[in-house]
């Protein structure tokens, strides 16, 4: 096993290399290819494109900005000009709370549409409404009524977080073992204990699935959130760099919300494990 986690580490590796590898070639530009960069591009900068190198940055140019970003994260000069660490920041917050807020909602409810029929059939028209619902489209009513900017994608981000949590626990909760239950009847355990010693071990890698899901939606629609409602933020900060033509920051930004993504989910990942026993 360890071995293969070597293996595949090291194919990642080369991987990566190959990727890199091409995509300088890729932006170099060749000395009889003429006049490499997007005339649009030049025109917009005010540079001549003879002998220029190509608009799109090569990895060695995304490198150098991500040192750059990285030299002075937490910088604030403004409402404009603020560091790529106090943007991601500004972004983990509004995730953090408006996924706090959906677990706190999504998990009660959850249980009780698991563990009562008449529940489920009541909401589950409700449900099954509201979940299709873009969160995007969610975001001038929220506007509209919170007037703040910065509520309203924690707003969105609780919206889009509830229905996976929800739909898992519930899930999970109805799934238990009859016998398990029985069991517990048998030894007169009462609802609250038998919920807290039978009910929720039992659920808790399906809730944790659930959880993951959640975490990934949340924070692919924050960034979408932010560009949207501006301000402050990575998805916001990807926006403006691309306002300022600045393409390497803009491949910076992406690379730090697939990172700051993987890092959410191998957190969850992690606690899902920890909860998971074999039957």
Do not use: H
């Amino acid at each position: 096993m360890k071995s293969l986690g070597v293996r595949a580490g090291l194919l990642s590796v080369l991987m990566f290399v190959a990727f890199c590898a091409l995509w300088q070639i890729a932006v170099t530009p060749s000395a009889s290819s003429g006049p490499a960069l997007d005339p649009e591009y030049a025109k917009l900068m005010g540079i001549a494109t003879e002998g220029a190198k190509s608009a799109m940055p090569g990895p060695l140019d995304v490198a150098g900005k991500l040192w750059d970003n990285l030299k002075r994260p937490f910088y604030d000069n403004g409402p404009n000009d603020k560091g790529l660490g106090l943007q991601l920041l500004y972004s983990i917050g509004r995730v953090f709370i408006g996924y706090g807020l959906a677990v706190l909602v999504a998990v009660p409810i959850g249980f009780l549409i698991g563990m009562s029929p008449l529940a489920y059939r009541a909401l589950d028209p409700f449900i099954q409404v509201l979940k299709p619902i873009s969160p995007l489209a969610w975001m001038p009513l929220a506007l509209y009524t919170i007037k703040d900017s910065s509520l309203s994608a924690i707003f969105v981000i609780f919206i889009c977080s509830v229905w996976p949590m929800l739909i898992n626990t519930a899930f999970g909760v109805g799934a238990v073992r009859k016998e398990w239950l029985n069991v517990a009847r048998t030894l007169e355990v009462g609802p609250w204990r038998r919920a807290f010693t039978v009910i929720l071990p039992a659920a808790a890698p399906t809730i944790l699935t659930g959880m993951r899901i959640s975490i990934g939606i949340a924070w692919l629609v924050i960034v979408a959130a932010e560009m949207l409602v501006g301000g402050t933020g990575i998805g916001y900060f990807v926006w403006n760099e691309w306002n300022n033509l600045s393409i390497a920051n803009v491949i910076v930004g992406i690379l730090l919300i697939g990172v700051v993504g993987m890092a959410l989910d191998l957190i969850l990942a992690r606690l899902q494990k920890r909860v998971t026993f074999p039957e």
